[in-house]
Nanobody, 116 residues
Framework: QVQLVESGGGLVQPGGSLRLSCVAS????????TGWYRQAPGKQRELVAQ???????KYAEFVKGRFTISRDNAKNTVDLQMNSLKPEDTAVYYC??????????WGQGTQVTVSS
């Protein structure tokens, strides 16, 4: 059974940085799309960034130029480097894997709070 475990959330001041990490445990292979979503209170879950096994990335407009997604296929990890954070980035961030045979997998979420 594959599980996604996130780490790296926390409290940061506006303009600060955080790095989120997610590791997939279990047998998952290397061919899948992975990414980060977020959900703020009272709002729907939305895509932040995703990356294919070949390294093709996609970003939400509201994070372009501030966030960078990366993955290590050998370690089955995906990271999200978040810079120039804004209060509106406050949300629970979820790691996701979209796998052809395993289906859609989600982590438990990690809280990111941007506040002075």
């Amino acid at each position: 059974q594959v599980q996604l475990v996130e780490s790296g959330g926390g409290l940061v001041q506006p303009g600060g940085s955080l790095r989120l990490s997610c590791v997939a445990s279990g047998s998952i292979g290397r061919v899948y799309v992975t990414g980060w979503y977020r959900q703020a209170p009272g709002k729907q879950r939305e895509l932040v960034a995703q990356i294919t096994s070949g390294g093709i990335t996609k970003y939400a407009e509201f994070v372009k130029g501030r966030f960078t997604i990366s993955r290590d296929n050998a370690k089955n990890t995906v990271d999200l480097q978040m810079n120039s954070l804004k209060p509106e980035d406050t949300a629970v961030y979820y790691c996701a894997v979209f796998h052809m045979t395993l289906g859609n997998l989600w982590g438990q979420g990690t809280q990111v709070t941007v506040s002075s």
